[in-house]
């Protein structure tokens, strides 16, 4: 039986614009059972990570467990299926740096939501019917990663945070369109190859309906009162407020929200001729205008998400996304340069910064060495994957010094602790800790057992 204790926190301090950035924020945003940005990420890569090893063992002749490997695995774990010969240690060596590749990725693929230049940029998010523009961002996003692991004389570096910059863009799709309300079970593989990735409503054309929301009104907490300024909070509960001729004709829309602008630095505002659908959150001025209500899946409660009972069906068609855009890069580069980009058979320089980085304990900032995932689409266990990430929030809360628990940490990223930015995600774990002494001294915790 293992035992947390919870804090009574009740941190409102993030508007769900995308798929939460990181599991600090989830936590501090008590935003419940939501899958992340960084999980995301990581999932992904994994499978497409399992799919590598699987053909080079198929290639090699060698022989092997085929249902084994497809079963779920770490990172860790796929390293000593394709190299059984190899200790604990020597795993732990040699996977280090391909996981500091991916803990890059996930670091840029969460800031997209918390740069000034990116986090309210629609084409950044698939935001208010941005289609033509978001696919044009990852379309030329994947065209200059390609460009650059092409030159062998290129630092792969920039190549590296441009995949997690195209990654939030493609996994918001699945979150902020009404892909899954049309009923779609499979990805849309046109996205990011090409140009035209569906027919989209048209401008003057109503997408939302005032009918299928419920308006839910509650009190704020003291923390509440000086983060959203205006109290009570009033939210959306929504199912079937998306038109049905909308979703019956195939139409791609999706949520416009309040405080977006374009690249010119020109606002973009929910027209108000027409009923088009917003964004939503519990700051979400949008939501109250017509068409009231909102569609995002961004997270597992109404508070961010007025879809929130359809967030695990974006967050696995997101995943499915994320493992082909891997997928589509290996097949376009090949082996080498592939295995080059991730460093999955790391150079001896690469392993020497290995040595000194576990030497001295370091951790990453996103990657967690326990997340798993396998090949079948039934083997997402979120609620695994919830649990795990809660144990390592946890760890830091406390202090435990544990260099397999991230740091959620982005000061280095220009995301400081004293940031007034209320995206932070370390801010939040500052406040925590804060508040945790605060709950603790004064006996105020729950226990939770599982």
């Known amino acids: 039986m293992l035992t947390f204790y919870f804090l009574l926190i009740n941190v409102q301090s993030f508007v769900a614009n ?31 990570l399992t799919r590598f090893f699987l053909d080079a063992q198929i290639q090699s002749k060698s022989s092997i467990d085929v249902e084994n490997f497809k079963a779920e695995h770490t990172i860790d774990e796929l390293h000593q299926l394709a190299h059984p010969d190899w200790t604990n240690d020597q795993v732990k060596l040699y996977s280090y740096p391909l996981k500091s590749i991916i803990d890059k990725i996930q670091v840029r693929d969460a800031l997209v939501d918390l740069n000034p230049s990116t986090k309210n940029l629609p084409s950044a998010h698939f935001d208010s019917e941005s289609f033509k523009e978001s696919n044009d961002r990852i379309i030329q996003l994947r065209n200059k990663i390609l460009e650059d692991v092409n030159d062998p004389n290129k630092d792969l570096d920039k190549a590296r945070g441009r995949i997690g910059d195209l990654l939030h863009t493609l996994q918001d799709f699945y979150s902020h369109s009404n892909w ?9 593989d046109r996205i990011g190859i090409h140009e035209d990735i569906g027919q989209v409503a048209g401008i ?37 407020n998306i ?46 205008q017509v068409a009231i209500g909102s569609i995002n899946k961004d997270t ?12 695990f069906d974006a967050a696995k068609l997101a995943i499915d996304a994320t493992e082909q855009f891997f997928n589509d890069l290996r097949k376009d580069l090949g082996d080498r340069k592939f295995d080059r980009l991730f460093a999955i058979n790391p150079t001896e320089a690469q392993i020497q910064v290995a ?39 946890l760890s830091i809360l406390f202090d435990l010094k544990d260099s397999n628990v991230p740091t959620y940490d982005l000061s280095e990223n220009g995301v400081e602790k004293t940031d007034t930015n209320i995206h932070s995600g370390s801010l939040l774990i500052d406040g925590l800790k804060t508040l945790k002494k605060r709950r603790f001294n004064g006996h105020k915790f729950r226990s939770y057992t599982n």
């Open 204 to 240: 003057n054309q109503a997408t939302c309906t005032n009918t299928g929301c419920t308006k839910i009104q509650t009190k704020c907490n003291l923390m509440q009162k000086i983060v959203l300024k205006t109290c009570p909070m009033e939210y959306y509960d929504c199912k079937n």
């Open 180 to 188: 899954i309300e049309m009923g779609k079970t499979k990805i849309n």
């Open 18 to 48: 995308a798929f939460i950035p990181h599991p600090a924020i989830r936590l501090g945003g008590q935003a419940g059972n939501s899958i992340t940005h960084t999980e995301l990420v990581q999932l992904g890569f994994i499978r497409s």
């Open 355 to 393: 040595k000194i980085a576990i030497a001295n304990r370091q951790q990453f900032q996103f990657l967690t060495s326990t997340l798993s995932i396998g090949l079948s689409t039934s083997d997402l266990n979120f609620e695994k994957t919830i649990k795990q990430r809660i144990q390592e929030i």
């Open 300 to 311: 597992m409660t109404p508070l961010y998400s007025p879809h929130y009972h359809l967030h």
């Open 243 to 288: 038109l049905n001729d909308i979703n019956n004709q195939g139409l791609l829309t999706s949520s416009y929200m309040s405080n977006q602008f374009n690249t010119n630095n020109e606002p973009i505002i929910k027209p108000t001729n027409v009923e088009k659908c917003s964004h939503g959150s519990v700051m979400d001025t949008t939501s109250h």
